[in-house]
């Protein structure tokens, strides 16, 4: 986990474009937020300024004492959506790092070191719920009741066949009321 949490500091000071924005403020709980836009098929992808949304209402809903981290992961395969959600937080003013695309040991790693994972119903899914990190999916092909992350640390989104109906806010809430529990 400390080789994983390097890599996301990296991230988040290539971001930052400073070594200081790796510091966390003395005493601040440092909480990582993942963000992964992509996946395969189309039809599965949650719309990019939804993910923009989700990204910067939970930058600025830390808790006191907490310090909340947003890194975006890039995907071999789905090149051009997590530069496209990047640069839409970094136009609001949220600063987050950006996690260039690699193999899947490297994505677990990092996301064996995350708080939160949201992200479309792809294979990353599978491994956040392999690793019993909190996620926040969203589905439009398969049921998630049968395909979907099975642990109380998972809140998953369903809209059969048209995903770009789900809305932000109950994702916000769930990312919130799992960012408040405990750890997987």
């Not at 005493?27 to 992808?45: D, E, F, M, Q, Y």
């Not at 790092?97 to 119903?121: H, K, M, R, S, T």
């Not at 019993?132 to 099975?150: I, K, N, Q």
Request: with cysteine; aromatic share 6%; glycine share 10%.
């Amino acid at each position: 986990r400390p080789a994983a949490r390097a890599r996301l500091e990296e991230a988040g000071r290539a971001a930052a474009g400073d070594e200081a924005a790796g510091t966390a403020a003395p005493g601040a709980r440092v909480r990582w937020i993942g963000l992964h836009p992509g996946a395969a098929n189309s039809l599965k992808c949650w719309p990019l300024d939804r993910f923009v949304a989700l990204g910067a209402a939970l930058a600025t809903h830390s808790r006191a004492g907490e310090e909340r981290r947003l890194v975006v992961f890039d995907a071999p395969r789905e090149r051009g959506r997590a530069a496209a959600v990047h640069a839409g937080l970094v136009a609001r003013g949220v600063r987050a790092g950006f996690v260039p695309a690699g193999g899947i040991a490297e994505f677990a790693a990092a996301c064996a070191a995350l708080d939160l994972l949201a992200c479309n119903d792809s294979g990353v899914v599978h491994v956040a719920a392999a690793l019993r990190v909190a996620s926040v999916s969203f589905h439009a092909l398969g049921d998630p009741a049968e395909w979907g992350p099975r642990h109380p640390h998972a809140a998953t989104f369903w809209a059969p066949r048209a995903i770009e109906t789900l809305p932000v806010e109950p994702a916000v809430e769930a990312a919130e009321r799992l960012l408040a529990g405990p750890p997987g």
